[in-house]
C-alpha cells in the first residue's frame, strides 16, 4: 500500500533553513512526489515536485529558497532563509495509475 | 494566467445529494486532466477523484466510492463532482486540482481552485 509518512510539525527561527521530509513507503521507494504549501486559512499552492535522483522542477513565481532534494525513499523540501509567510502546513503527494496519495503535513512554525 | 473556479458548495442534510462544478479558464481545458482533492475541518488533503482529459477513464477514492461520481464538459470548460447520500464526514472544503503540467526542464505546475465548502448537517 503507497503511504507517505510526514513528521507532525517543524520550527525554525526567521532566517535560518528547516528541512521537511517525507518518506515512501516501501514498493514505491523510486516515486517521483510534489510538495505543496497551504497558508492559514489559504488553499493549497504547488511549490515543486522532486523525483528520485534528486533533481526538482519549481511552480511559477516559487521562489529560490525552495528546494528539493532525495535519498532513497526519502524526498525532502528545504526551506532556506525562513520568513514569515513561510509559516504554513506542507503536503507531499504522489501518484500511481492516476491514483494519488498524499502525507498527513508538516506545520512549519517560524519563531 | 490559469483559474479554476468551483461553485455549488452548501448545506445538505445527511443522505443528500449536492453537485459541484468547476469552471476553468486560461488553458485548454480539454487537454488536461483533472482531480477532486478535499479538505475536511482541521484535517490533512484527500484525494477522492480522477478524470482523464477525454472524460473516458476515471478513478475514485474508496471513502467516495459509488456515491460520488465525476464528470466534464469539455465544450464549456467545465468539471463537474456529483455527491450522493452524503455523510457527516464528506463535510469539507473541496477543491478542483489540474494535474501535474510539464513546462520545461525546470519548471512544472499544478493548480489548485480556491474551493467549495460542503456542509452535511441536520
Known amino acids: 500500500q503507497l503511504v507517505l509518512t510526514q513528521s507532525p510539525s517543524a520550527s525554525a527561527s526567521r532566517g535560518a533553513s528547516v528541512k521537511l521530509t517525507c518518506s515512501l513507503s516501501?514498493?514505491?521507494?523510486?516515486?517521483?512526489i510534489a510538495w505543496h504549501q497551504q497558508q492559514p486559512e489559504r488553499g493549497p499552492r504547488y511549490l515543486m515536485k522532486v523525483n528520485s535522483d534528486g533533481s526538482h522542477t519549481k511552480g511559477d513565481g516559487i521562489p529560490d529558497r525552495f528546494s528539493g532534494s532525495s535519498s532513497g525513499a526519502e524526498r525532502y523540501l528545504t526551506i532556506s532563509s525562513l520568513q514569515s509567510e513561510d509559516e504554513a502546513d506542507y503536503y507531499c503527494?504522489?501518484?500511481?495509475?492516476?491514483?494519488?496519495?498524499f502525507g498527513g503535513g508538516t506545520k512549519v512554525t517560524v519563531l | 494566467e490559469v483559474q479554476l473556479v468551483e461553485s455549488g458548495g452548501g448545506l445538505v442534510q445527511p443522505g443528500g445529494s449536492l453537485r459541484l462544478s468547476c469552471e476553468g479558464s486560461g488553458f485548454i481545458f480539454s487537454n488536461y486532466e483533472m482531480n477532486w482533492v478535499r479538505q475536511a475541518p482541521g484535517k490533512g488533503l484527500e484525494w477522492i477523484s480522477y478524470i482523464s482529459s477525454s472524460g473516458t477513464t476515471k478513478y475514485y477514492a474508496d471513502s467516495v466510492m459509488g456515491r460520488f461520481s465525476v464528470s466534464r464538459d469539455n465544450a464549456r470548460n467545465s468539471l463537474s463532482l456529483q455527491m450522493s447520500s452524503l455523510t457527516t464526514g464528506d463535510t469539507g472544503v473541496y477543491y478542483c486540482?489540474?494535474?501535474?503540467?510539464?513546462?520545461?526542464?525546470?519548471?512544472?505546475?499544478?493548480?489548485w481552485g480556491q474551493g467549495a465548502l460542503v456542509t452535511v448537517s441536520s
Open positions: 503527494q504522489t501518484w500511481v495509475s492516476g491514483i494519488w496519495v
Open positions: 486540482v489540474r494535474d501535474l503540467v510539464f513546462y520545461s526542464n525546470t519548471r512544472t505546475g499544478m493548480d
Open positions: 516501501s514498493g514505491h521507494t523510486t516515486n517521483a
